[in-house]
């Protein structure tokens, strides 16, 4: 079993920036590809980045964060980042983590095998 932990959520101004961390337990963390959702009250979970188990530049990221966010992620360790820049009020949701035994990146959800219980970021105007 694979547990992970979210933090580092919490109320900016736009404009601001937030750093969230999620830990990972349970496994060898490389073997995962690690994924960042996020879900807005009334609406679908949404991908938001994803990287690769060995990281680097093999990244990938919803159009409407590329150039303000980064994922990252630390295999000594064993978590993955998310920097966030130049928030916006429409990035306010409750973002996630998840793991996935998978070679590559990937934006579906439903390929991730393990989430964590996510952390809230808010964005006033």
């Known amino acids: 079993q694979v547990q992970l932990v979210e933090s580092g959520g919490g109320l900016v101004q736009a404009g601001g920036s937030l750093s969230l961390s999620c830990a990972v337990s349970?496994?060898?963390?490389?073997?995962?590809?690690m994924g960042w959702f996020r879900q807005a009250p009334g609406k679908e979970r949404e991908f938001v980045a994803a990287?690769?188990?060995?990281?680097?530049?093999?990244?990938a990221y919803v159009d409407s964060v590329k150039g303000r966010f980064t994922i990252s992620r630390d295999n000594a360790k064993n978590t993955v980042y998310l920097q966030m820049n130049s928030l916006k009020p429409e990035d306010t949701a409750v973002y996630f983590c998840?793991?996935?035994?998978?070679?590559?990146?990937?934006?579906?959800?439903?390929?991730?095998?393990?989430w964590g219980q996510g952390t809230q970021v808010t964005v006033s105007s």
């Open positions: 998840a793991a996935g035994l998978l070679l590559s990146t990937t934006d579906t959800a439903r390929r991730y095998d393990y």
């Open positions: 349970g496994r060898t963390f490389s073997n995962y590809a």
């Open positions: 990287i690769s188990r060995s990281g680097g530049a093999n990244t």
